[in-house]
Structure formats: structure tokens, C-alpha cells
């Protein structure tokens, strides 16, 4: 089993940066796939951006594409969210979660996501 915290939300203005953190417990294995969602009030949880454990490889929602960019420290069992370009749609509550069976996949789909974390609030004033 895989524990996870987030970490770095807060209040930002339009045009800022934020940098998330989510760290994890229990073994992280290279076979792993972690990725960021966020859910604002009201809407569904959505798909913000993945990277597999061993390989590197990433994807992103198009929505942040050029301006979110996400790494992992495998020394650290920590992924990172880095945020520029801050917009007011952004404003969410960021969710990391860990799929432990990616077969080596980026998924986008928050069907294949095992165990998630408790969330942090990112909020962007235009």
C-alpha cells in the first residue's frame, strides 16, 4: 500500500507560480505510474498530468500544457506539480494519486489510480 500527502497549495495571484509536492510512503516501484488531478467546486475531478516511476515519460491535460510541467525524486519518493502562468481556472483542490499497475502507461483516466491523497487547495486571484 501506497500513502500519500500533498503539499505547496495556496493563494497565488494570476500569472504566479506554485510548486506541489507529493510525498509517498511505502515503496514506490519503477513500474509505477503517479499522476495530479484537481476538482473544483462543483465540477469533476480532473485530469491534470502523469509520469511514469522508472521511464520519465509524462503527459499532461491540455489545458496546462507549457505551463505545468511535473518530476519525480525517486530518491525521495516525491513527485513534484510545478505551476506557472497561474490562471483563476486553475483555482482547485490538487490531488496526487499512484497507479500500480501502468504497464508502463502515463493514464489520464482516474479509473486506474489506486490510492490517493488527501488533496491541497491551490487558489489563483485574477
Known amino acids: 500500500q501506497v500513502q500519500l500527502v500533498e503539499s505547496g497549495g495556496g493563494l497565488v495571484q494570476a500569472g504566479g507560480s506554485l510548486r506541489l509536492s507529493c510525498a509517498a510512503s511505502?515503496?514506490?516501484?519503477?513500474?509505477?505510474?503517479m499522476g495530479w488531478f484537481r476538482q473544483a467546486p462543483g465540477k469533476e475531478r480532473e485530469f491534470v498530468a502523469a509520469i511514469h516511476w522508472g521511464g520519465g515519460s509524462t503527459y499532461f491535460a491540455d489545458s496546462v500544457k507549457g505551463r505545468f510541467t511535473i518530476a519525480r525524486d525517486s530518491a525521495k519518493n516525491a513527485m513534484y506539480l510545478l505551476m506557472n502562468s497561474l490562471k483563476p481556472e486553475d483555482t482547485a483542490v490538487y490531488y496526487c494519486?499512484?497507479?500500480?499497475?501502468?504497464?508502463?502507461?502515463?493514464?489520464?483516466?482516474?479509473?486506474?489510480?489506486?490510492?490517493w491523497g488527501q488533496g491541497t487547495q491551490v487558489t489563483v486571484s485574477s
Open positions: 511505502g515503496r514506490v516501484s519503477s513500474s509505477y505510474a
Open positions: 494519486a499512484v497507479d500500480v499497475n501502468s504497464g508502463g502507461k502515463v493514464p489520464a483516466r482516474k479509473v486506474f489510480y489506486d490510492y
